[in-house]
């Protein structure tokens, strides 16, 4: 389903060692009995979803799609990365049907809140709030607002235009949405916000775009499948966790996730947040970064061909698209470009992948290519169930617990002084 090819050759990573070692991290953790296992709820979330919890998430989504013109999600890092990486991988780049999808909470900036204010104002509007610990600050802080914005302008409405995200039990935005009669979902104990795409924190936001996710739910339920059942040698995402386990040893410090197509910009920033909160920790860890090309090689090309060898490329390629155009041959040929008539804008990148690749690989960067066959529903699905289970046997190959967050807090507690919060 992936394809995953290197530069280099593999033959040598699958020692007898490297198999058993690989072996038992995949029986601890199926088992959940490995680092982090309170939080492995992930691993089998697409294939034992509840179809009563899918059919609420539809209605609801529906629900919002017909009292609305604008969702706001306000949420941050696995709060809203996950939706925002399958919405802006599926939809069309201009003209978007449908409900649009905005965010918030994701930064502090009062001029995008207060821009968002005014321009929410012209459509009718459905809230969807989310925070797994439901005391983070910058969605809190958003929250307020919103809150207090839908309250003025709808009054008693306002409480069915807001939809509740959160733990079961506990948590400030619990409290509140007790008390205000929102609709609510539940985030999974089990499942920590970076692994949650495919419980309703992703898939409510996800489905209101007009994504269907049951499709999305399919392409995770065949990845949990085969990437359970294959073999070390075939399993994509065992490859690519020793792959780069192996680079990082040979000092290979920072992986540069590379893509032709705009459209993977949030899958991108998805994968940053997911291997970076995941294996950054205890002094250890690959820097996760991320190109977009062909716009990128007039910006950090020169780094990555000539710089600092530390690091290694993952290209992500699409192999078929629905909408391409071709290059046509022009009456004057004063642009010179006619030596590209009848070639496709897609084959166009194909070619520059392939010059690029061999270029980056001249100097000295080893690349790893994943080929996705499509970017539509099934598969956005499938590729990031692939890149949460190739994290965590990464993580646990890295012998660092890939399900915490501990470095989080510092930034945190400094701030909060600095704001003088009670307690500290
Ligand atoms: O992956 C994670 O656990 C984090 O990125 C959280 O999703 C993020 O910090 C937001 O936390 P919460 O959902 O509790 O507001």
Known sequence: MIQLSYSDGESDLLSVETIQQIEDIKTKMYRKESAGSDFLGWLDFPSSFDPHLLQDIQQTADTIKKQSDVLVVIGIGGSYLGARAVIEALQPYFQKAGVEVLYAGHQVSGAYLKELLEYIDQKDVSINVISKSGTTTEPAVAFRFLQQYMEKRYGDEASSRIF?????????????????????????????????????????????????????????????????????????????????????????????????????HYIQEWWKQLFGESEGKDGKGILPLSVSYTTDLHSLGQYIQDGKRNLFETFLNVEEVDEDLEMFEADSDEDQLNYLAGLSLHEFNKKAYEGTAQAHQDGSVPIITLTLPKLDDYHVGYLLYFYMLSCAYSGYMLDVNPFDQPGVEAYKKNIFKLLKKPGY
């Open 164 to 264: 509740a995200t959160t733990d079961e039990n506990k948590g400030a935005l619990l409290t509140v949405a007790r008390e205000k009669g929102y609709k609510r979902f539940v985030v999974p104990d089990d499942v920590g916000g970076r692994y949650s795409v495919f419980t309703p924190v992703g898939l409510l936001p996800i489905a209101v775009a007009g994504i269907n996710i049951n499709n999305v739910l399919h392409g995770a339920q065949t990845a949990e499948k085969e990437l359970y059942e294959l073999d070390v040698e075939y399993n994509p995402a065992i490859r690519y966790a020793l792959l780069r386990n192996h680079l990082y040893e040979a000092g290979k410090t920072n992986e540069i996730f590379a893509s032709f197509e705009p459209k993977l």
